[in-house]
């Protein structure tokens, strides 16, 4: 990535929320913009006992679902589409995802126009819980490119339930945001590196003695002061 580069992506789990997104790329997003989008031909499938979602590509939904078709109406994943993102950002977000995800690249259909996120404090006016019926797939507007964090691990891992954004804000929101989100550990890893600015490496040191190779564990900066 170059410096200077802004980034899209789509998010369709518990990022679809602003204060988590705001919590994970730490600050407010003055230059970030926001809107509902639609993806197309993925579904959004719960995790086996975990408040977050997993999306796959529709190939991999028949095999969740034992070869069963889905309409295409069906084989669609609400989200939020947000651009404007740094190199800072997405290095954190990749942290805050973890290695169960790839981040790859997707087309995604814009359902408003956007909006600026640090204009917009109400979490429920950005993204409400109920939002309103999907329009028919042919009218929707031209896609845009955005990076996306696509399930990877095992379709046994996943529930064939559909994930709802509606019931998370319901039921599991509390845990990620405000006071009930101190203790949640999916915040640990992002904040660790957020605090050394940098992301762990190991180097090798050789030695003139003989023995083990030390091992220094150093940080590298996730962006450049300069």
Not at 35 to 51: G, M, N, S, V
Not at 149 to 173: C, G, M
Request: charged share 25%.
């Amino acid at each position: 990535m170059a410096q200077g580069d802004t980034f899209s992506a789509f998010f369709y789990g518990t990022l679809m929320h602003p204060a988590i997104l705001r919590r994970v790329i730490g600050h407010q997003g003055a230059n970030l913009e926001i809107c509902p989008a639609l993806l197309l031909e993925h579904t959004r499938h719960h995790i086996k006992h975990a408040d977050y979602p997993g999306v796959i590509p529709y190939n991999r939904t028949r095999e969740l679902l034992s070869g069963r078709e889905l309409a295409p109406e069906d084989r669609t994943v609400r989200g939020t589409l947000v651009q404007g993102l740094n190199e800072a950002d997405v290095a954190l977000l990749d942290i805050f995802e973890g290695d169960e995800y790839a981040r790859e690249i997707v087309s995604v259909h814009p359902l408003s126009k956007f909006v600026l996120l640090a204009d917009n404090d109400s979490n429920a006016t950005l993204v409400p819980p109920k939002p309103p019926p999907v329009p028919p797939l042919s009218s929707l507007a031209p896609p845009h490119t955005a990076h996306i964090y696509i399930w990877t691990n095992p379709v046994s891992d996943l529930r064939p339930e559909v994930w709802e954004y509606e019931q998370f804000v319901r039921e599991s929101a509390s845990k990620w945001v405000g006071d009930g989100s101190t203790d949640n550990q999916d915040y640990q890893r992002v904040d660790e590196r957020r605090a050394m600015n940098g992301v762990i490496v190991r180097k090798e040191i050789e030695g003139e003695s003989e023995g083990p190779t030390v091992v220094a564990i150093e940080a590298e900066p996730l962006y450049s002061r300069d």
